[in-house]
């Protein structure tokens, strides 16, 4: 057991809705020793909607200073302090910071909970209409394509459903490179604005939803997309060459065929497109 009397509190905030603030966030805030936040001015301003004011002392701890700020934080754990963690919106650490500080708290052996909270990837994945038995949170996608289209190219085959977030100026682009990798036909749902005045959740193939954000959109941005089917897991490499074959004499590309098949039957794209070119050279 931790021999400290410190105790880091990782506070959920709300993604949207202030009414989603927890009783147990509001006494957490009140009681801190500390308040570490990401953004000052926003908690303030939540603050100001919760209708509360703290005694604590409020420091920042971003992305940029959480290398910097981590020992100073711990050095209060282990002067007994009690220090709450909170983010602009959600669970910290969950694409947020945190993880740094709350293994460093573990590794000074320094008690660690949470506040559970709301959170755009469960909420997206409540409301996406997909399956969630398992499932899988990718976080933001890579802003260049090629790293972007790997990212996706590595679910293509997995039967968990996957959550993405992404930018509102990116995700017609997203979306373009996940119908190239995933197919056109897979199920997916874009959800916007979660708990806002806002909130949109858009269902549907994933070539509908690309077409539908070419358009533009604004908001936060969470993206869910079902996982592989099983069923077609039982493809054979001939089997799927045989299918690139017939797309080709319709008069398909070579790679868009090869990409086609490979995310209908959860085969490597990079696998059966060399089979295809083996295929061919065979046959000359």
Known sequence: MPDSSGLLVLAGTPIGDVADASPRLRTELATADVIAAEDTRRLHGLLQRLGMR???????????????????????????????????????????????????????????????????????????????????????????????????????????????????????DFLTDAVTELGPDRPAAV????????????????????????EGVRGEITVVIAGADPSVGAWSLPEAVTAVEARLEAGERTKPAVAAVAAETGLSKNDLYNAVLAARNEGD
């Open 191 to 214: 959800c916007r604005e979660l708990t806002k005045t806002y909130e949109e959740v858009r269902r549907g193939p994933l070539s509908q939803l690309a077409t539908w954000a070419e």
């Open 54 to 172: 703290v005694d604590a002392p409020v420091v920042s701890y971003f992305e940029g200073n959480e290398s910097a700020r981590t020992p100073g934080l711990v050095a209060d754990l282990q002067a007994g302090k009690r220090v709450v963690l909170v983010t602009d919106a959600g669970m910290p650490s969950v694409s947020d910071p945190g993880y740094r500080l709350v293994t460093a708290a573990v590794e000074a052996d320094i008690r660690v909970t949470a506040v559970p909270g709301p959170s755009a990837v469960l909420t997206a994945l409540a409301v996406s209409g997909l399956p969630v038995d398992r499932f899988c949170f990718e976080g933001f996608a890579p802003r260049k394509r090629g790293e972007r289209r790997r990212r996706l190219a590595a679910v293509v085959s997995d039967p968990r459903t996957s959550v993405w977030f992404e930018a509102p100026h990116r995700l017609a």
